[in-house]
């Protein structure tokens, strides 16, 4: 049985605005928190959130779904082994193009023979044409990805046509987890951004928490501890998915209760009942 020396992770989709970066950042935080070794690629030249908050760690490499694109796709498939983890953060409408280079290079072959885990991101959203595409890229990737299904409430709420469907059956089927974007206040990421203007630079959001001297609004640096720690705890049960086998080995999940779900208590367990 081979292990997995590297891992790869994209989220390969059309569609666009579906919270691919922040999750991504959030990704990136774990991955920087619990010391795993990692390198990415920020294909979006127009938001460069994963280039902007990480420079030293992310080339920015602006592409526009053209023809050209190929040859940047395939020097970055090449440079997968360069690091534990590589992560992709591409743009809307890539999909066909990382589809061909993928194809081209025969890279589900390589990455088999080089110990290269990959893993695919899936965002469901509420929309034909989207789960269309989705269907496409999943048939594509087949079992030669573990999938982890993305639920972003605050991009789509309901996910009627994934749930319980046969694109939904087949991804378990193949051992996709699971995990939920919490919706990140509107409040936090005002205070963020105006942050992020005096500074005049990127700011992660484990730095904003930590970081003292950056002066982020109490409230705001209490709400975005708590949104960070629910995204760690679940990357954290994952880990598998997401890290190479010797670093997945390293992480040891906390037990948390079910996202949506109150803490248990025995009823009675705590009341003086002898008065």
């Given at each position: 049985m081979k292990t997995t020396k590297h891992r790869l992770i994209l989220p390969m989709q059309a569609k666009g605005n579906?919270?691919?970066?922040?999750?991504?950042?959030?990704?990136a935080c774990?991955?920087?928190?619990?010391?795993?070794?990692?390198?990415?690629?920020?294909?979006?030249?127009?938001?460069?959130?994963?280039?902007?908050?990480?420079?030293?760690?992310?080339?920015?490499?602006?592409?526009?779904g053209q023809a050209e694109d190929?040859?940047?796709?395939?020097?970055?498939l090449r440079k997968t082994t360069a690091k534990p983890v590589t992560l992709v953060d591409p743009r809307a409408h890539l999909d066909t193009q990382m589809m061909k280079a993928l194809a081209a290079t025969h890279?589900?072959?390589?990455?088999?023979?080089?110990?290269?885990?990959?893993?695919?991101?899936?965002?469901?959203?509420?929309?034909?044409?989207v789960m269309t595409n989705l269907d496409a890229v999943c048939q594509f990737c087949g079992r030669q990805v573990d999938y982890v299904i993305v639920r972003n409430p605050a991009r789509a709420a309901k996910t009627r046509m994934f749930d319980g469907s046969p694109l939904e059956k087949e991804?378990?089927?193949q051992g996709a987890v699971?995990?939920?974007?919490?919706?990140?206040?509107?409040?936090?990421?005002?205070?963020?951004?105006?942050?992020?203007?005096d500074q005049q630079r990127g700011i992660p959001f484990n730095e904003a928490i930590g970081n003292d001297g950056l002066g982020l609004d109490i409230m705001a640096r209490g709400v975005l501890q708590d949104w960070l720690a629910t995204m760690f705890n679940q990357y954290d049960q994952i880990a598998a998915k997401l890290l190479p086998a010797?670093?997945?080995?390293?992480?040891?999940?906390?037990?948390?209760?079910?996202?949506?779900?109150?803490?248990?208590?025995?009823?009675?367990?705590?009341?003086?009942?002898?008065?």
């Open positions: 579906m919270g691919k970066s922040i999750e991504a950042a959030a990704r774990w991955l920087n928190q619990r010391g795993i070794q990692w390198q990415g690629f920020d294909l979006d030249g127009d938001n460069r959130t994963l280039s902007r908050l990480f420079p030293g760690q992310v080339k920015l490499t602006p592409l526009n190929l040859d940047e796709l395939i020097s970055i890279f589900f072959d390589i990455a088999s023979a080089q110990n290269i885990g990959i893993t695919l991101m899936v965002f469901p959203f509420d929309d034909l044409d991804l378990f089927d699971t995990i939920t974007v919490p919706v990140l206040s509107e409040f936090v990421k005002l205070r963020l951004a105006r942050l992020e203007a010797v670093e997945a080995a390293s992480i040891k999940p906390k037990i948390m209760p079910p996202i949506g779900e109150p803490l248990s208590a025995k009823r009675g367990a705590k009341v003086n009942l002898t008065n």
